[in-house]
């Protein structure tokens, strides 16, 4: 909000000052653009610049230091300020046109003393309003740059999308160190090997694995904790080389705590798979995979007995994350 302020305020009033020079064209310009572009969009071209070609901030905002903060401030910023520029001119250009102002230049009075003792104030009334509504906006109507700028999955899937393609450039080591960092940073492990679609999304992330040999597709979203493995044989490192971990077609919905193991398990397009499911072999496309009529025991300390009970679930369950 601060942030804000710095830039519109004195782009604002410079613009309604200047009207109907070059100056003033340039600041609406820059305002017009600044409201037309979506805000992931800025979100992900300031990381490019700042992060990734530059190098001069951090990628992922997990905590809460200076530097951390800085991209997702000047992201929200550049919206806001190109909205409140538009509101500071046209509130300064009302105010200028006032009869008071025509009168206290007729007296003599500087214009700058009339412009920053009476005009500026006034103008503020309307834009202290607007503050008030955009307020409550900027608390609850932040998901899109959080996502940019935190989610885990977004960090990881962008290492593993660079990484990658140096796999495929047979450069050696460095791609799986590039996967490893991003592992001890989000808890996702994505082996720069395995060959990932457009449009992969992972929501929370912690706990994913992604085996080497695995194959996803496109459209396809993933919850924390799935894993997508190589059953365990004896004399596994025979298997090197050799496809070992699942087949994911597109659009395929994989929900928390499942477990897809083998080379030859193949996940048919348009699947969902439930919540904690383990399976070692092909789903059909279109097939819904859940795990029903889970068992608990409760155990009785001083009856001596255990006492087996079925959960009772709603027949939609497994689309619990």
């Given at each position: 909000m601060v942030l804000m302020l710095i830039i519109s305020v004195p782009l604002g009033i410079l613009s309604a000052v200047r009207q109907d020079r070059l100056t003033a064209y340039i600041i609406r310009l820059l305002s017009f653009v600044g409201i037309s572009m979506?805000?992931?969009?800025v979100g992900l071209l300031l990381?490019?610049?700042?992060?990734?070609?530059?190098?001069?901030?951090?990628v992922m905002s997990a905590s809460s230091g200076l530097k951390e903060m800085l991209l997702p401030a000047v992201t929200l910023a550049i919206a806001m300020a190109s909205k409140y520029t538009r509101q500071v001119r046209t509130a300064v250009l009302e105010?200028?046109?006032?009869?008071?102002?025509?009168?206290?230049?007729?007296?003599?009075?500087?214009?700058?003393?009339?412009?920053?003792?009476?005009?500026?104030?006034?103008?503020?009334?309307?834009?202290?309003?607007?503050?008030?509504?955009s307020f409550g906006s900027l608390l609850g109507g932040t998901s899109i740059v959080e996502i940019i700028f935190s989610y885990p999955g977004l960090y990881a899937i962008m290492v593993y999308r660079i990484a990658h393609e140096l796999v495929l450039l047979d450069v050696p080591m460095i791609p799986r160190m590039m996967t490893e960092h991003a592992h001890g940073k989000t808890g996702i492990d994505i082996n720069p090997g395995a060959s990932i679609g457009r449009y992969f999304f992972i929501d929370h992330g912690t706990g994913i694995v992604i085996g080497e040999t695995t194959e996803i597709g496109?459209?396809?979203?993933?919850?924390?904790?799935?894993?997508?493995?190589?059953?365990?044989t004896r004399k596994g490192q025979r298997l090197r080389g050799r496809k070992r971990h699942p087949t994911i077609r597109d659009n395929v919905t994989i929900y928390a705590g499942a477990s897809i193991l083998g080379g030859e398990s193949v996940i048919g397009e348009g699947a969902v798979i439930g919540a904690n499911a383990f399976i070692t072999s092909s789903i059909p496309a279109g097939a819904k995979v859940s795990i029903k009529n889970q068992e608990y025991t409760v155990h009785y300390d001083n009856e001596g007995f255990a006492e087996p009970r079925d959960l009772d679930q709603e027949k939609n369950w497994f689309y619990i994350i």
């Amino acid at each position: 909000m601060v942030l804000m302020l710095i830039i519109s305020v004195p782009l604002g009033i410079l613009s309604a000052v200047r009207q109907d020079r070059l100056t003033a064209y340039i600041i609406r310009l820059l305002s017009f653009v600044g409201i037309s572009m979506p805000g992931f969009w800025v979100g992900l071209l300031l990381l490019y610049v700042f992060a990734y070609k530059l190098g001069l901030l951090p990628v992922m905002s997990a905590s809460s230091g200076l530097k951390e903060m800085l991209l997702p401030a000047v992201t929200l910023a550049i919206a806001m300020a190109s909205k409140y520029t538009r509101q500071v001119r046209t509130a300064v250009l009302e105010e200028l046109s006032q009869d008071y102002v025509t009168g206290a230049r007729a007296r003599g009075i500087k214009y700058s003393r009339i412009l920053w003792r009476h005009v500026f104030p006034n103008s503020l009334l309307p834009l202290i309003t607007l503050l008030g509504i955009s307020f409550g906006s900027l608390l609850g109507g932040t998901s899109i740059v959080e996502i940019i700028f935190s989610y885990p999955g977004l960090y990881a899937i962008m290492v593993y999308r660079i990484a990658h393609e140096l796999v495929l450039l047979d450069v050696p080591m460095i791609p799986r160190m590039m996967t490893e960092h991003a592992h001890g940073k989000t808890g996702i492990d994505i082996n720069p090997g395995a060959s990932i679609g457009r449009y992969f999304f992972i929501d929370h992330g912690t706990g994913i694995v992604i085996g080497e040999t695995t194959e996803i597709g496109e459209n396809v979203k993933i919850y924390q904790g799935v894993t997508l493995g190589a059953l365990s044989t004896r004399k596994g490192q025979r298997l090197r080389g050799r496809k070992r971990h699942p087949t994911i077609r597109d659009n395929v919905t994989i929900y928390a705590g499942a477990s897809i193991l083998g080379g030859e398990s193949v996940i048919g397009e348009g699947a969902v798979i439930g919540a904690n499911a383990f399976i070692t072999s092909s789903i059909p496309a279109g097939a819904k995979v859940s795990i029903k009529n889970q068992e608990y025991t409760v155990h009785y300390d001083n009856e001596g007995f255990a006492e087996p009970r079925d959960l009772d679930q709603e027949k939609n369950w497994f689309y619990i994350i």
